[in-house]
């Protein structure tokens, strides 16, 4: 059996088992939700959250990513302020739906534009506004990576102002006197911020965890060691035996 051969796969796996094993940033994501999909925030709309800080006995924090994701609705309404029936057709809203999150130093914005309609349909003698039809807009996505990183750990929370601001749109439609055509926009979503660190663990003087599970790159890379040098002992083993 070629030695050098059998010794040069094993120099691999053990190299490609340091590197998988060296890897030890992390990342704890934290969420923030407003709104929902069956109650999302109405145009003029201001709600208050918080996010935790990033706890400094964990490690040391590295990053910081924040991402804001909005999903947006804008629906053409139309009024009816008599007491009898009416017919409509070709009501339109196009209304812009903005997204602000507000927090330390940092603001995130999503923008969202689109059109609703042309709808046809029969409204009754009711005297409060009726929805024609809604124009969906999904995944809204705006982002931002803090280099001053001082404002983000602690042990308090961080604070988030959300706003979805009045915005003036177009509205058309086709119908009797007694119709009016307007519009309005809605939003719900999600804030996140994800941070990157070094654990504790990890760093100089730190104490490792009891009884540790390996990393799933290390343990791959275990069984490749496995892996090779079974194969190599296998091709031997019928080299001898054919010999005999």
Request: include cysteine; charge should be negative.
């Amino acid at each position: 059996m070629n030695k050098r051969r059998l010794i040069a796969f094993l120099g691999i796996a053990v190299g490609v088992t340091a590197i998988a094993g060296s890897a030890s940033a992390s990342i704890q994501p934290e969420f923030a939700t407003y709104g929902s999909s069956s109650s999302p925030l109405p145009l003029g709309s201001t709600e208050s959250l918080s996010l935790p800080q990033f706890n400094p006995s964990l490690g040391t924090l590295t990053g910081v990513s924040v991402e804001l994701y909005s999903y947006d609705t804008i629906s053409s309404v139309v009024f009816n302020f008599t007491g009898q029936s009416a017919a409509y057709s070709a009501a339109t809203a196009a209304v812009p739906v903005t997204v602000r999150a507000a927090l330390d130093d940092y603001i995130l914005t999503t923008s969202a534009q689109g059109t609703a309609g042309p709808f046809a349909g029969l409204l009754s003698g009711a005297s409060v506004p009726s929805v024609a039809g809604s124009l969906n807009i999904t995944a809204q996505p705006a982002s931002i990576s803090p280099g001053d990183l001082g404002s983000f750990q602690g042990m308090g929370d961080l604070p988030i102002t959300l706003t979805v601001p009045d915005s003036v749109g177009s509205y058309s439609g086709t119908g009797g006197s007694s119709l009016f055509f307007g519009g309005n926009g809605y939003s719900y979503g999600t804030v996140e911020v994800d941070y990157s660190y070094i654990s504790s663990m990890d760093e100089p003087g730190g104490d490792p965890p009891a009884d540790p599970i390996p990393e799933p790159g290390t343990l791959c890379a275990g069984l490749a060691v496995i892996s090779i040098c079974g194969i190599e002992f296998a091709r031997r083993f019928r080299r001898t035996s054919s010999r005999a």
